[in-house]
Nanobody, 123 residues
Framework: QVQLVESGGGLVQTGGSLRLSCAAS????????MEWYRQGPGKQRELVAS???????AYLDSVKGRFAISRDDVKNTVYLQMNSLEPDDTGVYYC?????????????????WGQGTQVTVSS
């Protein structure tokens, strides 16, 4: 069983910063891609940033230059550094692990979601 636990959300003023963390636990052999999604009030869930095992990253256009995703494969943890936050960044941020291989179950991949952490940016 794999669990993802996010932390680091909160209330911040416009222009402020937050750092989100997501730790994956369980009998994990590898995680191909780790991602951050968000869902704002009345909006659909959208992909904010992703990072592969090779360190390749991708970002939503509106966060480029402000957010940075990173991962620590020893700790099975992904981070999202968010700077210059804007009210439109408000939402619940979810961690997603895709292409998860479980120790002892080769050649099968799974994906998992965290429970979400609230980020609120006040104007």
């Amino acid at each position: 069983q794999v669990q993802l636990v996010e932390s680091g959300g909160g209330l911040v003023q416009t222009g402020g910063s937050l750092r989100l963390s997501c730790a994956a636990s369980g009998t994990i052999f590898s995680i191909r891609v780790m991602e951050w999604y968000r869902q704002g009030p009345g909006k659909q869930r959208e992909l904010v940033a992703s990072i592969t095992t090779g360190g390749n990253t991708a970002y939503l256009d509106s966060v480029k230059g402000r957010f940075a995703i990173s991962r620590d494969d020893v700790k099975n943890t992904v981070y999202l550094q968010m700077n210059s936050l804007e009210p439109d960044d408000t939402g619940v941020y979810y961690c997603h692990a895709d292409g998860v291989e479980i120790t002892g179950w080769p050649n099968q991949e799974y994906n998992y979601w965290g429970q979400g952490t609230q980020v609120t940016v006040s104007s």
